[in-house]
């Protein structure tokens, strides 16, 4: 059983920055993504990183000005955002992608693919 606890979320001037960390229980290797959900909303694809950190993979609406990186020593995954605007007002998501992430290159969208889930931080986003 994997554990992942998401922090970092709070409030944040529109432009500003912020960064999300994602920490795993135990060694692991798994490919990791973000996810967001908006109020009202379904719950969306935000980025993906491989096992070995060597892929990425980003939702267009972020692409630019979200960056995902993992420290596997630290069994932490992160997102850093900048340029944020309301609509990224949402609950973040971290998961891990166990099954099915054949090759240290292999990312994910589905959320079907994604085996843990953390509870999600708050980010609000304020005009």
């Known amino acids: 059983q994997v554990q992942l606890v998401e922090s970092g979320g709070g409030l944040v001037q529109a432009g500003g920055s912020l960064r999300l960390s994602c920490a795993a229980s135990?060694?692991?290797?798994?490919?990791m993504g973000w996810f967001r959900q908006a109020p009202g909303k379904e719950r969306e694809f935000v980025a993906a990183?491989?096992?070995?950190?060597?892929?990425?993979d980003y939702a267009d609406s972020v692409k630019g000005r979200f960056t995902i990186s993992r420290d596997n020593a630290k069994n932490t995954v992160y997102l850093q955002m900048s340029s944020l605007k309301a609509d990224h007002t949402a609950v973040y998501y971290c998961a891990a992608d166990r099954t099915t992430a054949y090759s240290t290159y292999y990312t994910t969208r589905s959320m079907k693919e994604y085996d843990y889930w953390g509870q999600g931080t708050q980010v609000t986003v304020s005009s």
């Open positions: 990183i491989s096992r070995s950190g060597l892929s990425t």
């Open positions: 135990g060694r692991t290797f798994y490919a």
